[in-house]
């Protein structure tokens, strides 16, 4: 019995190690092409909103597939999900160094993010599967604090690779990774899966994409075109339209892929507004910050990785010891003072000089960090 338990400890162990390590590739891909942007247009050229499309393209197609995504585990297994989408991702990131040109490089990034969403949505299923009451939440925690670790190392960790061999090796650090959790921890995962799952959301998955693309499309033209623009109105106006026709299929699906009527209980709304907080406060800055370092204060891509330490550091401590925290105070007030923590610090870093190299923008970045990672948790 107690070789059995032992065994069962090692197996979990090593499914909570892998779906880990494949999450550290994920803010490695929103945080290395972000400092590696300005040497992309140095050498492949091209207009401020195709370089975008570099980090949004995996975003947009990350954030319009984890859902069809987690129901592809549940019908044809969490390990096979898992496994597919990293080794898509490693195959992808491969690739990416070879990039001939932008254009292909944005859409190579498409795809990376449907990988990355494969992935994460069979380990994260995987993990509730694995793990129950207490171990699950700290189960899901190291997974938060393993993001927290990326994305706090990922900008010093791009320069450093830019600097030395170019901006397509920051590409070969998640083909690495995702080798490893091909190597050592997808052998040694079970399959689960689903026995009532019946299908993947087909019309969901398309409405629900084709709204995410015209948003995003519509924000990333806006500031070209203008926000009463012709073209900008009728990118939102068609997003609004499809997330219309996403609801009413939803709505009519026995086992929809988005379970709408979750949004009735306010507790599900709070904690869906979240990361969206989150990423307001944070996740933008980690985008823009490192191209106007480089392109405004002059900085090389290094020492802008150096410059984002502040911002991205409290990512791997905070959310460690807001978990703690939350043992002795509602997990709702650590995350509206996080919040209004980094509200300060976002009023605080408007107040700094643009194009000065001045050191002071440090103390608002570190309260930002800081404010971020309690919700983070």
């Known amino acids: 019995m107690d070789a059995n338990m ?37 050498d492949l050229g091209g207009s401020p909103v195709a370089l975008a499309w570099v980090v949004n393209a995996f975003v947009l197609a990350f954030g319009s597939f984890v859902l069809a995504a987690g129901t592809l585990a549940d019908q044809y297994g969490r390990k096979r999900i898992f496994r597919l989408g990293v080794l898509g991702f490693t195959i992808l990131s491969a690739i990416s160094t070879f ?80 080798a490893l959790v091909l190597l050592f921890g997808v052998p040694r995962m079970r399959e689960t899966r689903d026995p009532d799952a019946r299908g993947m959301d087909g019309w969901g998955t398309l409405t629900f994409t084709v709204a995410l693309s015209l948003l995003i499309f519509g924000i990333v033209t806006g500031p070209q075109y203008g926000w009463t623009g012709t073209a900008t109105l009728a990118l939102l106006g068609a997003a609004l339209a499809m997330l219309a026709a996403f609801v009413a299929i939803e709505l009519k699906r026995a086992r929809p892929m988005l379970d709408l ?19 307001v406060c944070y996740v933008v800055l980690l985008i823009l910050l490192p191209i106007g370092f480089i392109g405004v204060e002059g900085y090389s891509e290094l020492k802008a990785g150096m410059m984002m330490i ?49 050191m002071a923008i440090i103390w608002p970045m570190l309260l930002i960090g800081i404010g971020t990672g309690l919700p983070w948790a």
């Open 6 to 42: 032992k065994a069962a400890h090692t197996g979990k162990t090593i499914v909570l190690a892998a779906v880990c390590l494949a999450g550290l590739m994920m803010p490695l891909s929103f945080t290395g092409p972000a400092v590696a942007t300005p040497a992309i247009a140095r």
């Open 99 to 178: 990039a001939p040109g932008l254009v292909a490089l944005d859409l190579l990034r498409g795809a990376q993010g449907i990988a990355a969403a494969m992935a994460m949505a069979g380990g994260a299923a995987s993990l509730a599967q694995e793990f129950e009451g207490p171990a699950r939440t700290r189960a899901f925690s190291l997974l938060g604090t393993t993001f927290g670790v990326g994305l706090a190392f990922g900008p010093i960790w791009s320069g450093l690779l830019i600097e030395h061999f170019g901006w397509r090796s920051i590409f070969l650090t998640g083909a690495v990774i995702g």
């Open 261 to 279: 009527s979750l949004f009735l209980y306010p507790r599900f709304v709070g904690v869906q507004l979240l990361p969206l907080a989150t990423a």
């Open 310 to 358: 502040p911002l991205s550091l409290p990512m791997a401590i905070v959310p460690f010891l807001a978990g703690l925290l939350a043992r002795r105070y509602p997990a709702g007030a650590l995350s509206a003072g996080g919040l209004v923590i980094a509200a300060a610090g976002l009023a605080w870093l408007a107040t700094m000089p643009v194009g000065q190299q001045s």
